[in-house]
């Protein structure tokens, strides 16, 4: 009887599981995978919105020559050569709009080079 | 000249540098000073290796000089965006961010002492 009440009780979670998956024990979720290329003078997507506390991952891709892409109040700073990519993990720890600068100089328009991040909560 | 480029000209007087001045952002505005100022005026801001510096009308001032540090960290903000018509300085506003100018003063406010860096990697030999 009492194994018959437990069994029942544990099909009763699962179905339960199932219609509401919302409410299952979430594993540790991957890093948001972000691709950025950088090209002269300019960043593609010129504007990213995150989420603070979420782990991301930026992978930047150069399409000329050696770039940068520093957010100095979120001590972020990567660079890559020309027609390289490399990637940065970090966690926005703070809300707000943060521009990001190409860190390596590229030329005439590098001081124009710049990526917005909005980070909300 | 020099009392009316302080007072008149040269704008910006009263914009603090919104950077700390440590050494992580004088390390920063070495190397942005490395890559678009060194041409005239030398690793050091002191003119070290420049072949013309001697030879040009106005000459090239050294950035340790009075003249120089008697600006407003806003005025040299001011001077590097949009240069000094018509000496030879030119602006930098758009070609290094705002970032990178603002580090570049934190850097000119120490500047290392004359002939300690060396010659720019374009004028050796």
């Known amino acids: ?121 | 000249m020099t009392f009316a480029k302080h007072t008149v000209f040269i704008r910006n007087k009263s914009q603090a540098n919104p950077l700390p001045s440590n050494a992580t952002t004088w390390a920063d505005g070495k190397e942005a000073f490395s890559h678009y100022c060194v041409a005239c005026h030398g690793l050091d801001g002191q003119n070290t290796g420049v072949p013309f510096a001697d030879h040009i009308s106005p000459p090239i001032p050294l950035l340790t000089s009075k003249d120089v540090q008697g600006y407003s960290d806003g005025q040299l903000k001011w001077i590097l965006d949009n240069g000094i018509s018509p000496s030879g300085m030119p602006g930098s506003k758009g070609t290094l961010s705002d970032d990178e100018l603002w580090s570049i003063i934190v850097y000119l406010r120490h500047l290392p002492p004359a002939g300690s860096q060396g010659t720019p990697e374009m004028y050796n030999p």
């Open chain 1, 1 to 121: 009887m009492k194994t018959r009440v437990i069994r029942r009780g544990m099909l009763v979670a699962i179905m339960v599981a199932g219609i509401f998956p919302g409410c299952a024990p979430k594993a540790q979720s991957s890093p948001r995978r972000i691709e950025v290329t950088a090209r002269r003078f300019e960043f593609a997507p010129a504007e990213i919105t995150l989420k603070k506390g979420q782990p991301v991952v930026l992978e930047l891709k150069s399409t000329d020559a050696a770039h940068g892409l520093r957010f100095r109040e979120l001590n972020v700073n990567v660079k890559v050569g020309a027609g390289g990519t490399t990637e940065v993990q970090f966690t926005p720890d703070k809300t707000g709009d943060f521009i990001g600068h190409c860190s390596v100089f590229c030329g005439s328009g590098h001081g124009t080079m710049a990526l917005t991040l909005h980070v909300v909560d």
